[in-house]
């Protein structure tokens, strides 16, 4: 069965920082992403990465201040998050769309249940 459960979330002030994780099982994977909702909008990607060539892709209004790292050994994937905004306020999820082509198009496989991450100004 495949999942991934995503954990660190909480509330931070502007400026400050977060490092969420996810734990994958269930499936070998190559490719590991992560997006984000916040209330009332759309789905926005956060980044896409290739395990294999290291190649990370991150999304315009997070580069630079997101960095996606990976612990092989335990199946899980790091999104360290500095510089924090009130407009990164969201419901993070990890996921996995197979290919590095379907995560930069948003069609994700599979997601958890996503951790809450809450910036005040």
């Known amino acids: 069965e495949v999942q991934l459960v995503e954990s660190g979330g909480g509330s931070v002030q502007t400026g400050g920082s977060l490092r969420l994780s996810c734990e994958v099982s269930g499936f070998t994977f190559d490719n590991i992403g992560w997006f984000r909702q916040a209330p009332g909008k759309a789905r926005e990607r956060v980044s896409c990465?290739?395990?294999?060539?290291?190649?990370?892709y991150y999304g315009a209004s997070v580069q630079g201040r997101f960095t996606v790292s990976t612990d092989n050994a335990k199946n899980t994937v790091y999104l360290q998050m500095n510089s924090l905004k009130p407009e990164d306020t969201a419901l993070y999820f990890c996921?996995?769309?197979?290919?590095?082509?379907?995560?930069?198009?948003?069609?994700?496989?599979?997601w958890g249940r996503g951790t809450r991450v809450t910036v005040s100004s």
């Open positions: 996921t996995t769309a197979g290919t590095l082509r379907n995560c930069l198009s948003g069609d994700y496989l599979y």
């Open positions: 990465t290739t395990i294999s060539d290291d190649t990370t």
